[in-house]
C-alpha cells in the first residue's frame, strides 16, 4: 500500500477510524477550520523542513531536507483527534556545502547507506490558542525513538485557482542531537564545541487536500 506521494491527489480516502481520545478543548476555536477536517499532505514546492545549530560557538549553520514524504488528518472539530507522519530522507541533507553536506551523511552523523530515513509520528495534539497548538510525538533517528514536542501556529488557508484547499502551519523545537546517537564533535582550542548539541528544528508546512472541494 502506497501510503505516501508527491503527487498531485485525485481521490480523498475515507477516515474511519478514531485517533485518540476525544477531550474537551481549552483553546476557543475558529468556526471556519470544521471545514477543514480531511486528509492532507505537505506540499514539497512550497514548504521548508529545516535546521539551525550553532557552528564554532560564533556562528549559525541552517540546512534543509529536500526530501519527504507525508500523511496528516486535520480535525477541525476535534483537534486532538488531528496527527501527523513525515519521512525523511537523511541523504536529502542540504546545507549548501557540499563538503559538509558529504559529512553529514556519512558515518559520523546521519550515515545515509545505513538510516535512509528518519521519522516522526505525531501522537497528541492540544490546541493551546485559536491559532496556536501542541503536538507531542515521537522522532526516530538512526533506529532511536524519542519524545519531542513541536510549537505548532496556524497561519491560514485558502482556495487556489486550481480548486484545492492549501493551509500554513510553522512549527518548531529544539532538540539534543546526542540522544539520538549524532555524537560527533571537535573540542575548540578556546573551549567548548565545534558543533553545538542543540539543534533547533524547523517546519514551515503548507498543506495541501487530498482532493479538490466539490
Given at each position: 500500500m502506497?501510503?505516501?506521494?508527491r503527487g498531485m491527489p485525485t481521490q480523498p480516502p475515507n477516515h474511519t477510524a478514531a485517533y485518540g481520545d476525544p477531550r474537551p478543548d481549552v483553546a476557543v476555536l475558529d468556526p471556519a477550520l470544521?471545514?477543514?477536517?480531511?486528509?492532507?499532505?505537505i506540499d514539497p514546492a512550497h514548504s521548508r523542513i529545516g535546521f539551525s545549530v550553532r557552528h564554532a560557538m560564533v556562528t549559525t549553520v541552517r540546512?534543509?531536507?529536500?526530501?519527504?514524504q507525508s500523511r496528516l488528518f486535520f480535525d477541525g472539530r476535534e483537534p486532538s483527534r488531528s496527527?501527523?507522519?513525515v519521512v525523511i530522507s537523511t541523504a536529502s541533507v542540504d546545507t549548501g556545502v557540499g563538503q559538509r553536506d558529504a559529512h553529514l551523511v556519512?558515518?559520523?552523523?546521519?550515515?545515509?547507506d545505513n538510516y535512509p530515513q528518519m521519522r516522526f509520528v505525531s501522537t497528541q495534539v492540544q490546541p493551546i490558542s485559536s491559532d496556536t497548538y501542541r503536538m507531542a510525538g515521537n522522532l526516530t533517528i538512526k533506529d532511536v525513538t524519542r519524545p519531542v514536542v513541536l510549537e505548532m501556529t496556524y497561519i491560514g488557508h485558502v482556495l487556489d485557482p486550481f480548486g484545492y484547499q492549501r493551509a500554513g502551519f510553522d512549527g518548531t523545537t529544539t532538540i539534543d542531537r546526542s540522544d539520538w546517537?549524532?555524537?560527533?564533535?571537535s573540542k575548540l582550542a578556546e573551549g567548548g564545541s565545534m558543533?553545538?548539541?542543540k539543534v533547533r528544528?524547523?517546519?514551515?508546512i503548507a498543506a495541501i487536500r487530498n482532493a479538490p472541494p466539490n
Open positions: 502506497k501510503l505516501f506521494r470544521q471545514e477543514l477536517t480531511g486528509e492532507w499532505i540546512g534543509s531536507f529536500t526530501e519527504y496527527r501527523a507522519e556519512g558515518r559520523d552523523f546521519f550515515d545515509a546517537g549524532l555524537t560527533y564533535n558543533v553545538s548539541e528544528l524547523q517546519f514551515d
